[in-house]
Protein backbone atom coordinates (compact mmCIF):
# COMPACT_ATOMS: atom_id res chain seq x y z
CA UNK A 1 0.00 0.00 0.00
CA UNK A 2 1.13 3.47 -0.14
CA UNK A 3 1.82 6.39 2.32
CA UNK A 4 -1.53 8.35 2.51
CA UNK A 5 -1.12 12.50 0.93
CA UNK A 6 -0.54 11.16 -2.89
CA UNK A 7 -2.35 13.54 -5.46
CA UNK A 8 -5.07 10.99 -6.48
CA UNK A 9 -5.99 11.06 -10.22
CA UNK A 10 -9.60 11.86 -10.91
CA UNK A 11 -10.96 9.85 -13.64
CA UNK A 12 -12.94 11.36 -16.77
CA UNK A 13 -14.94 9.50 -19.35
CA UNK A 14 -12.38 9.60 -22.03
CA UNK A 15 -9.57 7.93 -19.44
CA UNK A 16 -11.90 5.61 -17.51
CA UNK A 17 -10.92 2.68 -19.10
CA UNK A 18 -7.47 3.39 -18.10
CA UNK A 19 -8.26 3.41 -14.43
CA UNK A 20 -11.04 0.40 -14.74
CA UNK A 21 -7.85 -1.45 -15.79
CA UNK A 22 -5.72 -0.75 -13.33
CA UNK A 23 -7.63 -1.74 -10.87
CA UNK A 24 -8.43 -5.37 -12.59
CA UNK A 25 -4.69 -6.11 -13.09
CA UNK A 26 -4.38 -4.97 -16.81
CA UNK A 27 -2.44 -1.53 -18.06
CA UNK A 28 -4.73 -0.70 -20.80
CA UNK A 29 -3.37 1.42 -23.99
CA UNK A 30 -5.04 1.92 -27.21
CA UNK A 31 -4.48 1.45 -30.46
CA UNK A 32 -4.99 3.60 -33.76
CA UNK A 33 -7.54 0.63 -36.15
CA UNK A 34 -6.17 2.73 -38.94
CA UNK A 35 -2.56 3.66 -38.88
CA UNK A 36 -2.01 1.12 -36.04
CA UNK A 37 0.27 3.19 -33.59
CA UNK A 38 0.18 2.47 -30.13
CA UNK A 39 -0.53 5.39 -27.59
CA UNK A 40 -1.14 6.90 -24.27
CA UNK A 41 -2.33 9.13 -22.60
CA UNK A 42 -6.09 8.18 -23.15
CA UNK A 43 -7.94 9.83 -25.85
CA UNK A 44 -10.86 8.52 -28.22
CA UNK A 45 -9.24 9.54 -31.33
CA UNK A 46 -5.50 8.60 -32.74
CA UNK A 47 -2.91 11.55 -31.73
CA UNK A 48 -0.94 10.24 -34.82
CA UNK A 49 -3.49 10.04 -37.77
CA UNK A 50 -6.89 11.84 -35.93
CA UNK A 51 -8.82 8.84 -36.51
CA UNK A 52 -12.00 8.23 -34.57
CA UNK A 53 -11.40 4.37 -35.15
CA UNK A 54 -9.54 3.10 -32.31
CA UNK A 55 -8.88 -0.14 -30.01
CA UNK A 56 -8.33 -0.36 -26.42
CA UNK A 57 -5.77 -3.26 -25.38
CA UNK A 58 -4.49 -4.70 -22.75
CA UNK A 59 -0.15 -4.08 -22.59
CA UNK A 60 2.63 -6.72 -21.46
CA UNK A 61 3.25 -4.63 -18.48
CA UNK A 62 6.78 -4.44 -19.69
CA UNK A 63 9.00 -2.10 -20.08
CA UNK A 64 12.51 0.13 -19.84
CA UNK A 65 13.46 2.84 -17.52
CA UNK A 66 13.90 5.51 -20.15
CA UNK A 67 14.93 8.77 -17.42
CA UNK A 68 14.45 9.89 -13.86
CA UNK A 69 15.40 12.28 -11.06
CA UNK A 70 15.32 11.38 -7.22
CA UNK A 71 13.61 14.08 -5.82
CA UNK A 72 14.86 15.11 -2.20
CA UNK A 73 12.43 17.60 -1.28
CA UNK A 74 9.22 16.65 0.72
CA UNK A 75 6.01 15.78 -1.05
CA UNK A 76 2.81 14.80 0.68
CA UNK A 77 2.51 10.96 0.20
CA UNK A 78 6.02 10.55 -0.20
CA UNK A 79 9.50 9.95 1.98
CA UNK A 80 12.21 11.71 -0.32
CA UNK A 81 14.31 10.51 -1.82
CA UNK A 82 12.22 9.03 -4.21
CA UNK A 83 12.44 8.73 -7.93
CA UNK A 84 10.05 10.32 -10.34
CA UNK A 85 10.23 8.04 -13.53
CA UNK A 86 9.58 7.60 -17.27
CA UNK A 87 9.42 4.13 -18.70
CA UNK A 88 9.13 3.06 -21.96
CA UNK A 89 6.37 0.68 -22.39
CA UNK A 90 7.45 -2.42 -24.95
CA UNK A 91 4.44 -1.36 -26.86
CA UNK A 92 6.05 2.01 -27.08
CA UNK A 93 4.62 4.95 -25.14
CA UNK A 94 5.95 6.16 -21.89
CA UNK A 95 4.39 7.40 -18.98
CA UNK A 96 5.18 8.38 -15.58
CA UNK A 97 5.74 6.32 -12.49
CA UNK A 98 7.42 5.59 -9.66
CA UNK A 99 9.96 2.55 -9.00
CA UNK A 100 9.29 0.03 -6.42
CA UNK A 101 10.91 -2.61 -5.01
CA UNK A 102 14.25 -0.86 -5.97
CA UNK A 103 16.79 1.42 -3.53
CA UNK A 104 16.02 4.91 -4.85
CA UNK A 105 19.88 5.73 -5.53
CA UNK A 106 21.84 6.18 -9.17
CA UNK A 107 23.97 2.83 -8.58
CA UNK A 108 20.72 0.91 -8.71
CA UNK A 109 18.11 3.07 -11.26
CA UNK A 110 20.01 2.14 -14.40
CA UNK A 111 18.51 3.93 -17.44
CA UNK A 112 17.04 1.42 -19.90
CA UNK A 113 16.89 -1.61 -17.13
CA UNK A 114 14.04 -4.12 -17.83
CA UNK A 115 11.53 -3.22 -15.31
CA UNK A 116 7.63 -4.72 -15.10
CA UNK A 117 4.14 -3.27 -13.56
CA UNK A 118 3.48 -3.33 -10.26
CA UNK A 119 -0.24 -2.43 -9.73
CA UNK A 120 -0.68 -0.72 -6.68
CA UNK A 121 -3.69 0.34 -4.52
CA UNK A 122 -3.88 3.77 -3.77
CA UNK A 123 -7.54 3.21 -2.04
CA UNK A 124 -10.72 1.18 -3.02
CA UNK A 125 -11.37 2.84 -6.82
CA UNK A 126 -8.04 4.03 -7.90
CA UNK A 127 -4.96 1.62 -8.75
CA UNK A 128 -2.06 3.20 -9.93
CA UNK A 129 0.42 1.45 -12.22
CA UNK A 130 4.02 1.57 -10.71
CA UNK A 131 6.89 -0.35 -11.75
CA UNK A 132 9.63 -2.77 -10.40
CA UNK A 133 12.65 -4.51 -11.25
CA UNK A 134 12.00 -7.23 -13.71
CA UNK A 135 12.14 -11.13 -12.24
CA UNK A 136 14.04 -12.03 -15.41
CA UNK B 1 10.23 39.43 -44.08
CA UNK B 2 7.32 41.65 -43.18
CA UNK B 3 8.27 41.50 -39.06
CA UNK B 4 11.83 43.40 -40.06
CA UNK B 5 9.41 46.21 -40.51
CA UNK B 6 8.81 46.57 -36.94
CA UNK B 7 11.09 47.39 -33.44
CA UNK B 8 11.33 47.97 -30.28
CA UNK B 9 11.40 51.96 -28.62
CA UNK B 10 10.66 51.61 -25.03
CA UNK B 11 12.17 48.59 -22.63
CA UNK B 12 12.40 48.26 -18.95
CA UNK B 13 12.61 45.87 -15.39
CA UNK B 14 10.92 46.97 -12.39
CA UNK B 15 12.89 49.73 -10.37
CA UNK B 16 13.48 47.06 -7.99
CA UNK B 17 14.67 43.14 -8.74
CA UNK B 18 14.78 40.27 -5.95
CA UNK B 19 12.56 40.61 -2.78
CA UNK B 20 9.98 43.35 -3.36
CA UNK B 21 7.51 43.56 -0.49
CA UNK B 22 5.70 46.92 -1.16
CA UNK B 23 4.45 45.77 -4.56
CA UNK B 24 1.64 42.98 -6.02
CA UNK B 25 1.89 41.05 -8.60
CA UNK B 26 -0.28 43.16 -11.04
CA UNK B 27 1.41 46.33 -9.82
CA UNK B 28 4.85 44.69 -10.78
CA UNK B 29 3.63 44.80 -13.97
CA UNK B 30 2.84 48.09 -13.66
CA UNK B 31 6.03 49.63 -12.42
CA UNK B 32 7.93 47.64 -15.47
CA UNK B 33 4.82 49.28 -17.41
CA UNK B 34 5.49 53.07 -16.66
CA UNK B 35 9.22 52.37 -16.51
CA UNK B 36 9.30 51.56 -20.08
CA UNK B 37 6.73 54.45 -21.23
CA UNK B 38 8.81 56.57 -19.37
CA UNK B 39 11.79 55.16 -21.19
CA UNK B 40 10.64 56.19 -25.14
CA UNK B 41 8.62 59.16 -23.76
CA UNK B 42 4.85 57.72 -24.27
CA UNK B 43 1.76 57.81 -21.85
CA UNK B 44 -0.88 55.16 -21.41
CA UNK B 45 -3.52 57.03 -23.79
CA UNK B 46 -0.27 55.81 -26.56
CA UNK B 47 -0.65 52.94 -26.51
CA UNK B 48 -3.34 51.00 -27.94
CA UNK B 49 -2.27 47.48 -28.00
CA UNK B 50 -1.77 45.38 -25.31
CA UNK B 51 -0.30 41.95 -24.81
CA UNK B 52 0.41 40.29 -21.12
CA UNK B 53 0.84 37.00 -19.01
CA UNK B 54 0.36 36.03 -15.93
CA UNK B 55 -2.54 38.59 -15.66
CA UNK B 56 -4.91 39.43 -18.29
CA UNK B 57 -4.55 41.61 -21.13
CA UNK B 58 -8.28 42.90 -19.40
CA UNK B 59 -6.23 43.65 -16.12
CA UNK B 60 -3.63 44.96 -17.39
CA UNK B 61 -5.49 47.72 -19.93
CA UNK B 62 -7.75 48.78 -17.03
CA UNK B 63 -4.85 49.10 -14.18
CA UNK B 64 -2.75 51.19 -16.21
CA UNK B 65 -5.74 52.97 -17.77
CA UNK B 66 -5.58 52.10 -21.87
CA UNK B 67 -8.60 51.64 -24.42
CA UNK B 68 -6.83 48.51 -26.94
CA UNK B 69 -7.87 47.89 -30.59
CA UNK B 70 -5.50 44.92 -29.88
CA UNK B 71 -5.08 42.29 -27.09
CA UNK B 72 -2.96 39.01 -26.81
CA UNK B 73 -3.25 36.83 -23.55
CA UNK B 74 -0.95 34.10 -24.77
CA UNK B 75 0.13 32.59 -21.82
CA UNK B 76 2.45 29.68 -22.34
CA UNK B 77 4.65 29.56 -19.32
CA UNK B 78 7.78 31.99 -19.53
CA UNK B 79 8.61 32.13 -23.31
CA UNK B 80 4.96 33.82 -23.65
CA UNK B 81 6.66 37.14 -23.73
CA UNK B 82 8.72 36.36 -26.81
CA UNK B 83 5.44 35.10 -28.70
CA UNK B 84 3.82 38.40 -27.67
CA UNK B 85 7.17 39.71 -29.26
CA UNK B 86 5.92 37.95 -32.49
CA UNK B 87 2.14 38.46 -32.67
CA UNK B 88 2.53 41.98 -31.86
CA UNK B 89 5.06 42.50 -34.85
CA UNK B 90 2.45 41.25 -37.16
CA UNK B 91 -0.29 43.25 -35.73
CA UNK B 92 1.17 46.16 -36.63
CA UNK B 93 2.19 45.37 -39.56
CA UNK B 94 -1.21 44.12 -40.49
CA UNK B 95 -2.51 47.64 -39.36
CA UNK B 96 -4.22 46.16 -36.22
CA UNK B 97 -2.89 48.83 -33.80
CA UNK B 98 0.19 51.27 -33.74
CA UNK B 99 2.05 51.10 -30.25
CA UNK B 100 2.14 47.54 -28.46
CA UNK B 101 2.87 47.37 -24.37
CA UNK B 102 3.64 44.08 -23.28
CA UNK B 103 4.28 43.57 -19.79
CA UNK B 104 5.17 40.56 -17.30
CA UNK B 105 5.09 41.38 -13.10
CA UNK B 106 5.66 38.30 -10.73
CA UNK B 107 5.66 38.12 -7.26
CA UNK B 108 7.49 34.59 -7.51
CA UNK B 109 8.80 35.12 -4.16
CA UNK B 110 6.60 37.22 -1.61
CA UNK B 111 3.76 35.76 -3.42
CA UNK B 112 1.68 38.59 -3.07
CA UNK B 113 -1.57 38.93 -5.30
CA UNK B 114 -0.53 35.78 -7.06
CA UNK B 115 -2.99 33.38 -7.68
CA UNK B 116 -2.04 29.84 -7.00
CA UNK B 117 -1.94 27.74 -9.40
CA UNK B 118 -3.06 23.80 -8.52
CA UNK B 119 -2.91 21.21 -11.25
CA UNK B 120 -6.93 19.66 -11.62
CA UNK B 121 -6.72 16.08 -10.70
CA UNK B 122 -8.69 15.76 -13.78
CA UNK B 123 -6.51 17.12 -16.54
CA UNK B 124 -3.89 14.92 -17.94
CA UNK B 125 -1.37 16.09 -16.06
CA UNK B 126 -3.17 15.42 -12.99
CA UNK B 127 -3.66 11.86 -14.02
CA UNK B 128 -0.73 10.78 -15.09
CA UNK B 129 2.18 12.73 -13.45
CA UNK B 130 1.03 14.15 -10.27
CA UNK B 131 0.53 11.09 -8.26
CA UNK B 132 3.74 9.83 -8.91
CA UNK B 133 5.35 12.77 -6.93
CA UNK B 134 6.14 15.50 -8.60
CA UNK B 135 6.29 19.22 -6.69
CA UNK B 136 6.69 22.05 -9.53
CA UNK B 137 9.52 22.40 -12.41
CA UNK B 138 12.55 21.27 -10.13
CA UNK B 139 10.96 18.20 -9.80
CA UNK B 140 9.79 17.92 -13.38
CA UNK B 141 11.99 20.33 -15.62
CA UNK B 142 15.13 17.86 -15.20
CA UNK B 143 13.45 14.95 -16.02
CA UNK B 144 14.87 14.14 -19.14
CA UNK B 145 18.68 15.13 -18.10
CA UNK B 146 19.81 11.64 -17.80
CA UNK B 147 18.64 10.21 -20.60
CA UNK B 148 20.79 13.08 -22.22
CA UNK B 149 23.69 12.49 -20.78
CA UNK B 150 23.69 8.96 -21.17
CA UNK B 151 22.77 9.39 -25.20
CA UNK B 152 25.82 11.98 -24.95
CA UNK B 153 28.43 10.84 -22.80
CA UNK B 154 28.04 14.08 -21.00
CA UNK B 155 29.51 14.31 -17.34
CA UNK B 156 27.90 15.92 -14.24
CA UNK B 157 31.36 18.58 -14.28
CA UNK B 158 30.37 19.29 -17.96
CA UNK B 159 27.13 20.34 -16.77
CA UNK B 160 27.92 22.03 -13.69
CA UNK B 161 29.83 24.40 -16.38
CA UNK B 162 26.62 26.03 -17.43
CA UNK B 163 26.28 27.56 -13.64
CA UNK B 164 29.82 28.53 -13.45
CA UNK B 165 30.22 30.05 -16.75
CA UNK B 166 27.03 31.97 -15.84
CA UNK B 167 28.07 33.01 -12.19
CA UNK B 168 30.52 34.58 -14.52
CA UNK B 169 28.59 36.90 -16.21
CA UNK B 170 26.18 37.92 -13.42
CA UNK B 171 29.62 39.37 -11.63
CA UNK B 172 29.65 41.67 -14.27
CA UNK B 173 25.73 42.86 -13.37
CA UNK B 174 25.02 44.96 -10.60
CA UNK B 175 21.78 43.90 -10.78
CA UNK B 176 22.49 40.56 -10.66
CA UNK B 177 21.01 38.11 -7.86
CA UNK B 178 23.86 35.92 -7.34
CA UNK B 179 27.67 37.61 -8.13
CA UNK B 180 30.23 35.57 -6.18
CA UNK B 181 32.17 33.16 -8.39
CA UNK B 182 31.65 29.41 -8.34
CA UNK B 183 33.45 26.41 -9.04
CA UNK B 184 32.34 23.10 -10.39
CA UNK B 185 33.39 21.45 -7.00
CA UNK B 186 30.70 23.91 -5.37
CA UNK B 187 28.01 23.06 -8.11
CA UNK B 188 28.55 19.37 -7.39
CA UNK B 189 29.05 19.70 -3.65
CA UNK B 190 25.60 22.04 -3.33
CA UNK B 191 22.60 20.55 -1.61
CA UNK B 192 20.18 18.33 -3.83
CA UNK B 193 17.29 18.54 -5.03
CA UNK B 194 16.40 16.19 -7.77
CA UNK B 195 19.20 14.02 -8.87
CA UNK B 196 21.20 14.57 -11.07
CA UNK B 197 20.53 18.87 -10.21
CA UNK B 198 21.51 20.34 -6.99
CA UNK B 199 20.40 23.59 -6.12
CA UNK B 200 23.22 25.75 -8.29
CA UNK B 201 21.57 24.24 -11.42
CA UNK B 202 18.33 26.00 -10.37
CA UNK B 203 17.09 29.10 -10.74
CA UNK B 204 16.76 31.61 -8.61
CA UNK B 205 12.91 32.59 -7.02
CA UNK B 206 12.90 36.45 -7.24
CA UNK B 207 9.92 39.03 -7.52
CA UNK B 208 9.91 41.48 -10.66
CA UNK B 209 8.64 42.43 -13.98
CA UNK B 210 9.64 43.96 -17.74
CA UNK B 211 7.45 45.68 -20.40
CA UNK B 212 8.41 46.39 -23.73
CA UNK B 213 7.13 48.80 -26.29
CA UNK B 214 7.05 47.75 -29.78
CA UNK B 215 5.87 50.08 -32.99
CA UNK B 216 6.91 50.15 -37.29
CA UNK B 217 10.19 50.70 -37.69
CA UNK B 218 9.45 53.98 -40.03
CA UNK B 219 7.99 55.78 -36.55
CA UNK B 220 10.67 54.40 -34.74
CA UNK B 221 13.09 56.33 -35.60
CA UNK B 222 11.27 59.64 -34.63
CA UNK B 223 11.74 57.95 -30.61
CA UNK B 224 14.07 58.75 -28.32
CA UNK B 225 15.79 55.54 -27.69
CA UNK B 226 17.98 53.27 -30.03
CA UNK B 227 15.31 51.40 -32.26
CA UNK B 228 15.99 47.75 -31.38
CA UNK B 229 14.69 45.83 -35.11
CA UNK B 230 12.43 42.36 -34.87
CA UNK B 231 14.21 40.51 -37.53
CA UNK B 232 12.53 37.33 -37.28
CA UNK B 233 10.59 35.31 -35.12
CA UNK B 234 9.18 31.79 -34.33
CA UNK B 235 7.06 29.52 -31.72
CA UNK B 236 5.63 26.54 -31.40
CA UNK B 237 4.19 23.75 -28.53
CA UNK B 238 4.62 20.43 -27.76
CA UNK B 239 3.10 18.75 -25.12
CA UNK B 240 1.63 20.32 -21.27
CA UNK B 241 3.57 16.64 -19.97
CA UNK B 242 7.32 16.55 -19.69
CA UNK B 243 6.52 12.74 -19.47
CA UNK B 244 5.16 12.54 -23.27
CA UNK B 245 7.97 15.04 -24.85
CA UNK B 246 8.93 12.80 -28.15
CA UNK B 247 12.14 12.75 -27.50
CA UNK B 248 13.98 13.24 -24.58
CA UNK B 249 17.45 14.35 -25.83
CA UNK B 250 15.57 17.45 -27.97
CA UNK B 251 13.12 19.46 -27.67
CA UNK B 252 10.14 19.77 -30.82
CA UNK B 253 8.77 23.48 -29.72
CA UNK B 254 12.77 24.57 -29.80
CA UNK B 255 13.40 22.86 -33.22
CA UNK B 256 10.38 24.71 -34.87
CA UNK B 257 10.82 27.46 -33.17
CA UNK B 258 14.31 28.59 -33.76
CA UNK B 259 14.79 27.66 -37.34
CA UNK B 260 11.74 29.48 -37.83
CA UNK B 261 13.32 32.78 -36.70
CA UNK B 262 16.35 32.18 -37.95
CA UNK B 263 14.51 31.83 -41.73
CA UNK B 264 12.78 34.66 -41.16
CA UNK B 265 15.21 37.11 -40.57
CA UNK B 266 17.59 35.58 -43.18
CA UNK B 267 20.61 35.17 -41.08
CA UNK B 268 22.98 32.18 -40.33
CA UNK B 269 24.84 31.13 -36.91
CA UNK B 270 27.71 32.83 -37.89
CA UNK B 271 25.88 36.06 -37.90
CA UNK B 272 24.81 36.41 -34.32
CA UNK B 273 26.78 37.98 -32.22
CA UNK B 274 24.66 37.50 -28.79
CA UNK B 275 22.49 35.23 -27.69
CA UNK B 276 19.83 33.90 -24.96
CA UNK B 277 18.42 30.78 -24.06
CA UNK B 278 16.51 30.93 -21.21
CA UNK B 279 18.32 28.76 -18.23
CA UNK B 280 15.50 27.61 -15.86
CA UNK B 281 18.12 24.72 -15.16
CA UNK B 282 21.14 23.85 -16.18
CA UNK B 283 20.17 21.86 -19.11
CA UNK B 284 18.49 24.24 -20.94
CA UNK B 285 21.26 26.35 -22.50
CA UNK B 286 22.24 22.64 -24.23
CA UNK B 287 19.03 21.86 -25.62
CA UNK B 288 18.85 25.46 -27.02
CA UNK B 289 22.05 25.16 -28.59
CA UNK B 290 21.58 22.19 -30.29
CA UNK B 291 17.92 22.63 -31.30
CA UNK B 292 18.79 26.22 -32.82
CA UNK B 293 21.93 24.22 -34.37
CA UNK B 294 24.65 26.54 -32.95
CA UNK B 295 26.53 23.04 -32.49
CA UNK B 296 26.30 19.62 -33.40
CA UNK B 297 24.28 17.04 -31.54
CA UNK B 298 25.61 16.15 -28.00
CA UNK B 299 28.42 18.60 -28.23
CA UNK B 300 26.57 21.34 -26.40
CA UNK B 301 28.26 20.21 -23.27
CA UNK B 302 32.06 20.31 -24.48
CA UNK B 303 31.15 23.73 -26.00
CA UNK B 304 30.35 25.13 -22.48
CA UNK B 305 32.35 23.42 -21.07
CA UNK B 306 35.58 24.39 -23.08
CA UNK B 307 34.37 28.52 -22.28
CA UNK B 308 33.04 29.45 -25.75
CA UNK B 309 30.09 31.20 -24.04
CA UNK B 310 31.76 32.22 -20.89
CA UNK B 311 32.86 35.89 -20.61
CA UNK B 312 35.81 36.10 -24.03
CA UNK B 313 34.61 33.25 -25.62
CA UNK B 314 33.11 33.31 -29.35
CA UNK B 315 29.46 33.33 -28.39
CA UNK B 316 28.65 34.80 -25.47
CA UNK B 317 25.52 33.78 -23.85
CA UNK B 318 23.16 34.09 -20.97
CA UNK B 319 25.51 38.00 -20.39
CA UNK B 320 22.75 38.97 -17.55
CA UNK B 321 23.60 35.93 -15.69
CA UNK B 322 20.74 34.62 -16.47
CA UNK B 323 17.80 32.55 -14.48
CA UNK B 324 20.76 31.00 -12.71
CA UNK B 325 22.18 33.97 -11.22
CA UNK B 326 20.72 37.14 -11.99
CA UNK B 327 16.52 37.04 -11.46
CA UNK B 328 13.85 34.21 -12.02
CA UNK B 329 10.14 35.49 -10.66
CA UNK B 330 8.79 31.84 -12.52
CA UNK B 331 8.27 33.21 -16.22
CA UNK B 332 11.61 34.32 -16.96
CA UNK B 333 11.63 35.29 -20.58
CA UNK B 334 10.52 38.88 -20.39
CA UNK B 335 14.02 39.32 -18.77
CA UNK B 336 16.05 37.10 -21.48
CA UNK B 337 14.66 39.87 -23.94
CA UNK B 338 15.52 42.74 -21.94
CA UNK B 339 19.18 41.53 -21.66
CA UNK B 340 18.71 41.59 -25.83
CA UNK B 341 17.76 44.75 -25.89
CA UNK B 342 20.24 46.07 -23.58
CA UNK B 343 23.03 44.34 -25.88
CA UNK B 344 21.02 46.14 -28.78
CA UNK B 345 21.19 49.19 -27.75
CA UNK B 346 24.69 48.94 -26.40
CA UNK B 347 24.07 49.49 -22.51
CA UNK B 348 24.35 46.18 -20.96
CA UNK B 349 26.58 45.94 -17.89
CA UNK B 350 28.38 43.43 -19.74
CA UNK B 351 28.50 44.89 -22.84
CA UNK B 352 29.57 43.18 -26.37
CA UNK B 353 31.63 45.63 -28.11
CA UNK B 354 29.68 46.05 -31.78
CA UNK B 355 27.42 43.48 -31.32
CA UNK B 356 24.80 43.28 -33.92
CA UNK B 357 22.45 40.92 -33.95
CA UNK B 358 20.97 39.06 -30.85
CA UNK B 359 19.30 35.85 -30.30
CA UNK B 360 16.82 35.38 -27.81
CA UNK B 361 15.34 31.94 -27.74
CA UNK B 362 12.56 31.06 -24.42
CA UNK B 363 10.77 28.17 -23.00
CA UNK B 364 7.34 27.82 -21.56
CA UNK B 365 6.49 25.10 -19.08
CA UNK B 366 8.75 22.11 -18.96
CA UNK B 367 9.72 21.98 -22.96
CA UNK B 368 5.87 22.91 -23.26
CA UNK B 369 6.26 25.68 -25.13
CA UNK B 370 8.94 27.64 -27.22
CA UNK B 371 9.51 31.28 -28.59
CA UNK B 372 12.52 32.76 -30.71
CA UNK B 373 13.47 36.20 -31.67
CA UNK B 374 16.23 37.61 -33.61
CA UNK B 375 16.66 41.54 -33.15
CA UNK B 376 19.78 43.97 -34.82
CA UNK B 377 20.38 47.42 -34.45
CA UNK B 378 20.64 47.76 -37.91
CA UNK B 379 17.79 48.67 -40.07
CA UNK B 380 16.81 46.16 -42.33
Known amino acids: ?136 | MRQKAVAIVGAAETTELGVIKDLSQIGLHADAALNAMKDCGLKPSDIDGVATAGETPIQIAHYLGITPKWVDGTAVGGCSFMIHVRHAAAAIEAGLCKTVLITHGESGKSQIGRPPRPVPPDSLNGQFEQPFGPMGPPSLFPIPVLRYMKKYGVTHEQLAMVSVVQREWAAKNPRATFKDPITVDDVLNSRMIAYPFRILQCCLVTDGGGALILTSAERAKDFPTKPVYVLGTGESVETPMVSQMADFTSSRAFSVAGPTAFQEAGISHKDVDHLMIYDAFAHLPLYGLEDLGFVPRGEAGRFIAERNTAPGGKLPLNTNGGGLSYMHSGMYGMYALQESVRQMRGIAPAQIPGAKISVCHGVGGMFAASGTIVFSNVAP
Open chain 1, 1 to 136: MLEPGRARPKPTPETEHFWDGTKAGELRLQRCDDCTKNYFPPRPFCPSCGSRHVSIFKASGKAKLHSYVIHHRKVPGFTPPYAIAVVELAEGPRMMTNIVDCPQTPEALVLDMDLEVAFTPMDDAITLPLFRPAKG
